[in-house]
């Protein structure tokens, strides 16, 4: 079992999700469906680069600028709720 961190945020009327390690987002109407398809996309990617002989290459952090702009709103607003969890997966 392999442990990833997770953030979600609310973005309009859409919740975005994003796993740090893997550099892989999502989005859902509600904070648990844009984790739950995280989840997903987490699952479909790590299946495919193990397919392809990829192992090694599966970890790949998201870059510092695109975190940035994960992490901090730049239209002026003072403070923005992210949710952080961390999201147990096993494969092979």
């Not at 309009?12 to 989005?27: K, M």
């Not at 790590?46 to 702009?69: A, H, T």
């Amino acid at each position: 079992m392999q442990s990833f961190t997770t953030f979600a945020k609310r973005e309009g009327d859409q919740w975005a999700s994003l796993c740090l390690e893997l550099d892989v987002a999502s989005c859902g109407k509600t904070k648990d469906e844009a984790f739950e398809s995280l989840r997903n996309a987490m699952v479909a990617y790590i299946e495919f680069m193990l397919s392809e002989g990829r192992e090694d290459d599966i970890y790949r952090p998201v870059p510092m600028s695109e975190l940035k702009s994960f992490l901090f709103l730049d239209h002026g607003a003072k403070e923005q709720n992210i949710d952080a969890i961390a999201m147990e997966l096993e494969y092979a």
